[in-house]
């Protein structure tokens, strides 16, 4: 396969904001820790569960496992479903399946997670392959999952976040910020492309497929 699409998860195929930061702010009432500022929350939208308690929100090690295992108590029986899929998204897929690319996801989220969210919308027959880490890992690195993601000849990443695009160029792989998503302009700024919706992606791939080399 000569041309492929990596796409991350929250933020880029999933609007999974409403759920997380809910659970964030649960997991940090759980442990006393105080409540964090609103425009923060969105840091946990991207990166691991370990670097947003420890960095976003400043708990010591011990404290912020204890954070990841409430949060993931509560995000396993009510946070994920309040994820939805962004609008357009569907289409996209049906279209860049339909020409041909070779579709696979590199997610910060658990792998168990992933899967559960492109099976409850008919998305797991797009890709071709799925990359995310288990529950023990704590790096917020996704060259390496980007990397194992890049299973056609040319490829490149569709993210909403720095961690997407830091971790495409890492991995030797140009990147479109997914602008719809909770990433800062800011942060997206080194990507090699912008696109403002799923349809924009498409239209960035089709045109731009063959410079991606």
Sequence with gaps: MKYGVIFDVDGTLFDTGEGIIDCARHALAAVGAPPLAEEKLPGFIGPSLYHSFTVTAGLDEATAVKAVEAYRARYQETGIELSHPYAGI??????????????????????????????????????????????????????????????????????????????AHKAGVKAIAATYGYGEAESLAKADWAAASPREVYEIVRREHSNFA
């Design 90 to 167: 569907d289409e996209l897929l049906q279209m860049l399946d339909r020409d041909g690319y070779a579709l696979s996801v590199a997610s910060n989220k658990p792998l168990s997670m992933v899967h559960y969210l492109l099976d409850k919308y008919g998305y797991r027959k797009y890709f071709r392959a799925v990359f995310a880490p288990d529950f023990a890992t704590r790096s917020s690195d996704k060259s390496d999952l980007i990397r194992q993601a890049a299973i056609a000849e040319h490829n490149v990443m569709v993210g909403d976040t720095r961690f997407d695009i830091e971790g």
